[in-house]
């Protein structure tokens, strides 16, 4: 699986969003079980799947900047990925004005990142990053039928 993978499951400013969601995590085997569990249902949403913030971000500079396509409706990402983490992401959104939840992945949350979960406006939630995909997908599912309403 390349650092940028798209996959289509079957079936606030002023930009645009899709229902695009993004993944951020550089752990090859979890992109991949992500990869596979959400092609599997039927989300209706595109999925795109990073192995590092730093072309996630780039991308999405280019997608604000140019107005073109829309942006994601949601990010997950790994606290601690090994070049561009969770919380980098943030702060380079609310730098550039871009207002789009982001859901953490970590297998241990530092208390210091808690803390800042808990005062982040942009934090959408926290997921476990265990092998299991079940709380992604319910968070997703969530995150879908909250949109809906």
Not at 1 to 24: A, E, L, V
Not at 126 to 138: F, G, I, Q, R
């Amino acid at each position: 699986m390349d650092h940028n993978q798209t996959t289509t499951s079957k079936t606030s400013n002023s930009y645009k969003r899709n229902k695009d969601i993004w993944f951020i995590h550089d752990d090859l085997a979890y992109r991949f079980l992500i990869h596979f569990e959400l092609k599997e249902k039927p989300f209706g949403c595109r999925v795109r799947i990073f192995d590092d913030g730093d072309v996630a971000v780039m991308e999405l500079i280019e997608t604000f900047r140019s107005k073109k396509e829309k942006l994601p409706m949601v990010i997950f990402a790994k606290i601690c990925c090994t070049r561009f983490g969770a919380w980098r992401l943030v702060d380079t959104l609310k730098e550039l004005g871009i207002h789009i939840p982001v859901v953490l992945i970590s297998a241990e949350p530092s208390r210091t990142d808690m803390n800042r979960i808990e005062r982040e406006p942009l934090i959408m939630g926290l997921v476990p990053k265990d092998n299991d995909p079940e709380a992604v997908l319910s968070k997703i599912e969530d995150i879908l039928s909250e949109d809906v309403d």
